[in-house]
């Protein structure tokens, strides 16, 4: 009986040497181990046998099931390699180089500045407003503490308009409105905070320099306890984060007729760190934004008690944040129009 | 404005002081620092030296032959003055020594060996004369003396920023600098060494009237018998380090009494003036100032006149006429007090701003002008013992300013500051300051000096500023304040505006512009476009575009034909303010707009207001989770809008805005081939919209039928209208209704088209058999029927 086992494995072995495709296999596959293939038949002579025998034979013929079956899944798999395998190899190679021609949009590089801020003010509590662009001289000027005959209402700074009104010169013509739209803090309430960005307008000649539209950006906190020692916190913590790095800051004594005391605010040198380079003129400071503790009387006119809240107050501007942030050395490109430089604000 | 650190000291003593430091410190606590340099060090071994003889060079005019005792030996020395004399003592600068940073070095000169240098004052860098050498026998000096033992030729000089000098009238000149200085290094400030004036009661005075109350001040005396011409040494490297050419004597000491007190004088000749009348004219007159200029000067200019004619621009410039000249031997000095807003109103006018003009605008401090008489003739008889004065002071003052008094304790201090400042050190920077200080405790009265209460100090914020900035910002220590934690809200608008502005950029390849407030006047004038405009700007340099827009659409247009040749096709949106016309209360109609173009030179125009649609519907459903509505009521009648293809667009019965093809009379200006669409929403009126909540509707565990239907329908119905027969079933099995397609073609009778619609049908509870549904979609025919809509055979 071991002989037929012998010879079931050579046709097996002989027969598999002539598979040529997956259906091939199946046949064979059959033919050895179906219902009616060679093994099945060779096991039903098992009850022929003796004792000794039918063990030994049994051993032998599970021992050769398992062999063709192993050998039956193996080809199977160098079947479905090989087939793999000529896919691959006809797939058309893709080039990874090309550029994708999806068209891309972009925002403006100040929309793209300006929110980066206003997300980090918002972060710490800050409401952000919008303000209007058309304002009367009241909001702009005497709101604020410019009186009439300060050098500032000079008609040549100043866009007027043919119903009295002006183009505002300052984001802070809008800090009248805010401190009567928000009021006070109450008892226990936090302090009040809010950045208003707006674009202002100076009546001059435009050069790659100066614009008569650009963007500012103010900020104000109005509490009882609010001192310069919060504002210089505040200044540094917010000018890091938007540099994205640990910056310095210094304080000068500066004019400015809405605040009192009002400041030059200086960060330690974005180029050097504060070792003195020519871009900061070798003294380590760059002049960034002025800033003061709000003026008692732009308190009072703005509803709030200036014996009882104290607040600070400081303008960015945006425009200039944003050319040094993408290195626009030339101020016309933002208001041009011109897609050759807009476009590259992909967004 | 410059400041000479020489100056400084001969009011406080800065022995010592680490001068650098001291400047960095000034910047933190009174006025930026512009810039520091360095005097006098590049200047080395240059002595006084004696011309031994002198002969003509044999072949030159110009240059002599010298041989110069320089006090070690003497020496050949070619030089080529005019005023070489034997015997005369000279500024001798040695070889291997340097001038103003020259090395001065043996060499020949046409042919003759020169051992170093005679000097004139302008190559020593103190003044601009260089008609010759200075001579100095009358000084008594000795033969190789060192120059710099007799003429302060060493000196730091800073500059201040003016721009940070607006608030402080008193910081105009070097005595206001040296007070801060004095505080700043805890040191005494000395007082001005003066002339005592009331020997001069007893003279007449001068016929002084002034006739406007723009003058606050008018202060003069008069001199004779001024016969010193030329300022000490001394006094011309002060003016030329700090920027003032030295002229004569008497142009010099007014100079250097406005750089000194800021208080600007001027000297008039007194045998041409010797009477003051300060007004106004009240039509223009023709005025030689003297610069030489003719100038014709407005009313509301204010003028010093003698009995007939003016001779002083007042607080600007002195007349060509009354000009103090080398021969002038009598002077009428004027010190007085004028109008800061008058008179930076008339130089501005004039276009002529002067030093004295910068001091005065300042609002100057009125009590300045007689003590600073007092400091003239101190310094001018320094120099000229025999000039005579031969007037009293004559002092006509028309307005004090107010006393300004201010109380406040160290409790508001410590509130305003957030640090603890104690009440010593209060009081000892205030008075430093010259404040006068009454002290109770840690309660304080504050007199504040003249010079700050022009307008600068007048509260107690006022107060901090001084405390706070001679204490040092740099000295603070940085707090935040605790507060509660509470919800902030957010302007919802905001974050809608960049909702749609990231949608658009990043999904429609839109790219964001900004632009100007008013209109391109000219580019909508070559472009055909007419816009209305409500507001009208009245000053504008150019005089070009003036007027304010009421609508984006212009702009954007104008910017497509700018970018249009290097692009295909170009998506812009723009997003800022218009001003849709005046109020009842006069003000402006200011509304935040969002404009939008499509603009392309391969497409029909009906694929391009289909891809404006697109992004337009999609705003809706980002921002408010609901659809636009699109009719023909409240189209602007803008001359840009497709008479045909526009609509307006509302949303929750709220008209936003409108939606078009650009007229073809604009884009085909352009190019022959564009086409454009353009939207416009104003997000003031979208912001009154409200977003609705996102419903979620289970979904069924059962499969749905859904059934096309073509339609023949009138060529002017639209989809919303067919859909709206359909909704008006009610059929709550129905899950839609959308649009496939829409077609025309001859075959189908006139003025019909075929549209085809799609009808989703699915129900929660079980599988609908397609029975049911046909009896659902004769429901719909019939309703169509009702309409005169049949389905196309």
């Not at chain 1, 790659?208 to 900020?219: D, I, L, V, Y």
């Not at chain 1, 400081?314 to 425009?319: I, K």
């Not at chain 2, 016929?207 to 011309?236: A, G």
Request: glycine share 6%; charged share 30%.
């Amino acid at each position: 009986m071991l002989e037929s086992i012998e010879k079931i494995k050579k046709a097996f072995d002989e027969a598999l040497q002539e598979v040529k495709d997956s259906e091939g296999l199946e046949k064979l596959r059959i033919s050895f181990l179906g219902k009616k293939g060679a093994i099945t038949d060779s096991m039903k002579e098992i009850k022929n046998l003796d004792n000794e025998a039918k063990k030994e034979f049994g051993k032998e013929i599970n021992i050769l099931k398992d062999d063709i079956d192993e050998a039956i899944r193996n080809f199977a798999d160098k079947l479905a390699n090989a087939r793999l395998e000529k896919m691959i190899g006809e797939s058309k190679k893709f080039d990874f180089t090309v550029p994708s021609s999806q068209p891309e949009g972009s925002l403006h590089p100040i929309t793209l500045v300006q929110r980066r801020i206003e997300d980090i003010f918002k972060s710490m509590g800050f409401i952000i407003e919008d303000g209007i662009e058309i304002q009367t001289e009241y909001n702009n000027f005497e709101a604020v503490n410019i009186p009439k005959n300060h050098p500032a209402r000079d008609m040549q700074d100043t866009y007027y308009l043919s119903n009295g009104q002006l183009l505002k010169t300052h984001t802070s013509a809008a800090q009248n409105y805010i401190m009567r739209k928000y009021g006070a803090p109450k008892k226990g309430e936090p302090p009040l905070k809010v950045l208003f960005p707006g674009r202002c307008f100076r009546n001059e000649n435009i050069d790659a320099c100066h614009e008569n539209t650009f963007w500012q950006m103010e900020g104000m906190m109005i509490g009882e306890d609010i001192s310069i020692s919060n504002l210089i916190y505040f200044m540094k913590v917010l000018l890091s984060e938007v540099f994205e790095r640990d910056v310095k800051v210094r304080l000068r004594p500066g004019f400015f007729p809405f605040v009192e005391p009002g400041f030059e605010l200086d960060i330690s040198c974005l180029i050097c760190g504060g070792e003195g380079c020519p871009t900061c003129k070798n003294s380590g400071w760059l002049e960034l934004l002025p800033c003061g503790m709000i003026h008692p009387n732009v308190l009072k006119m703005g509803g709030i008690d200036p014996e009882k809240y104290t607040g600070f107050a400081f303008g960015l501007g945006l425009t200039r944040l944003a050319m040094m942030k993408y290195g626009i050395t030339d101020i016309r490109v933002l208001n041009s129009g011109n897609l050759k430089a807009l476009k590259q604000f992909v967004s | 404005m410059f400041i000479s650190m020489n100056w400084i000291s001969d009011f406080v003593d800065l022995s010592g002081v680490d001068i650098k430091a001291l400047i960095n410190r000034f910047t933190l606590s009174t006025a930026e620092v512009e810039d520091i340099y360095e005097f006098g060090g590049d200047t080395k071994n240059v002595v006084v030296g004696k011309i031994m003889s002198v002969e003509n060079h044999p072949n030159s005019k110009k240059l002599h032959l010298l041989k110069v005792d320089n006090g070690t030996e003497i020496v050949d020395v070619v030089c080529g003055a005019p005023n070489v004399f034997e015997g005369a003592l000279v500024a001798f600068a040695k070889a291997g020594g340097s001038v103003c940073g020259t090395p001065i070095n043996e060499a020949e000169i046409a042919g003759y060996k020169s051992f170093g240098m005679c000097c004139s004052e302008k190559e020593l860098g103190i003044s601009e004369d260089h008609s010759g050498i200075m001579i100095l026998n009358d000084l008594g000096v000795e033969v190789g003396t060192d120059i710099k033992s007799f003429i302060p030729l060493d000196d730091t000089i800073f500059e201040v920023d003016n721009k940070s000098l607006t608030n402080r009238p008193d910081l105009w000149g070097h005595y206001g600098i040296a007070r801060e200085i004095s505080c700043l290094v805890k040191r005494p400030l000395k007082p001005l060494d003066v002339e005592d004036l009331a020997q001069y009661d007893g003279f007449e005075g001068v016929d002084v009237k002034v006739e406007t109350d723009m003058c606050y001040r008018y202060s003069c005396i008069t001199v004779k018998n001024v016969t010193k011409k030329i300022s000490p040494l001394w006094m011309k490297v002060r003016l030329q380090y700090c920027g003032q050419r030295p002229i004569n004597l008497l142009a010099d000491l007014t100079n250097y009494l406005a750089m000194e007190l800021g208080q600007p004088m001027h000297a008039f000749d007194n045998s041409k003036v010797n009477e003051i009348r300060v007004k106004m004219f009240e039509t223009p007159i023709e005025f030689q100032t003297l610069d030489s200029s003719m100038r014709t000067v407005e009313p509301g200019v204010m003028m010093i006149c003698n009995e007939k004619e003016p001779v002083a621009l007042a607080g600007i410039m002195g007349g060509l006429l009354s000009e103090i000249e080398d021969n002038t031997d009598t002077l009428l000095l004027e010190s007085a007090n004028f109008d800061g807003a008058c008179v930076r109103k008339s130089a501005s006018k004039l276009g002529m701003r002067t030093e004295a003009s910068a001091r005065y605008e300042k609002t100057l401090d009125p009590e300045m002008t007689v003590p600073a008489i007092a400091r003239f003739l101190k310094l001018l008889h320094d120099v000229d013992k025999d000039a005579k004065i031969s007037s009293r002071v004559t002092d006509v003052y028309n307005k004090h300013f107010d006393k300004v008094e201010i109380d406040f304790d160290k409790a508001f201090v410590d509130k305003y500051t957030g640090i603890d400042i104690s009440s010593d050190e209060i009081e000892d920077t205030l008075k430093r300051l010259e404040f006068g200080v009454t002290r109770n405790g840690d309660s304080f009265k504050i007199d504040v000096p003249t010079f700050r209460a022009t307008k600068d100090i007048t509260m107690k914020a006022d107060i901090i500023e001084e405390i706070t900035r001679i204490y040092g910002y740099d000295n603070f220590e940085y707090k935040s304040c605790a507060s509660m934690l509470t919800p902030v809200r957010q302007n919802p608008l905001r974050e809608d505006e960049y909702n749609i502005k990231k949608l658009l950029a990043s999904k429609y390849s839109f790219s964001e512009v900004q632009s100007y407030i008013w209109y391109d006047n000219k580019a909508n004038k070559e472009l055909g476009i007419k816009a209305d405009s409500y507001l009208r700007i009245i000053n504008s340099l150019t005089g070009e575009n003036e007027d304010i827009r009421s609508t984006m659409i212009p702009t954007l247009v104008n910017f497509v034909n700018k970018n249009i040749e290097n692009y295909p096709e170009i998506r812009m949106f723009e997003d800022a303010r218009v001003v849709k016309g005046i109020k009842e209360d006069n003000l402006a109609d200011e509304h935040k707009n969002f404009a939008m173009i499509i603009a392309s030179r391969e497409s029909d125009e009906y694929s391009v207001i289909t891809e404006l649609k697109k992004a337009v519907d999609h705003i809706a459903k980002v921002t408010r989770n609901k659809e636009f509505e699109f009719g023909s009521e409240g189209l602007p009648a803008y001359d840009f809008i497709h008479p045909k293809n526009s609509a307006a667009i509302s949303l929750d019965g709220i008209t936003i805005g409108y939606i078009s093809v650009l007229h073809p009379k604009i884009s085909t200006k352009i190019d022959k081939r564009l086409t454009a669409a353009i939207c416009e929403i104003d997000l003031d009126a979208f912001a009154k919209t409200v977003p609705s909540d996102i419903e979620y509707e289970e979904i069924s565990k059962y499969p749905g039928i859904y059934i096309d239907l073509s339609l023949l329908t009138d060529k002017n119905d639209s989809f919303g209208y067919i859909k709206s027969i359909v909704d008006s079933l009610g059929n709550k099995m129905l899950q839609s209704c959308n649009y496939v397609d829409v077609f025309e073609d001859p075959s189908l009778p006139e003025g019909k088209v075929s549209l085809t619609i799609r009808l989703d049908y699915c129900s929660q509870e079980r599988t609908l058999q397609t029975e049911e549904v046909n009896g659902y979609v004769k429901e719909v025919l019939d309703a169509f029927a009702a309409k005169g809509i049949s389905l196309r055979s």
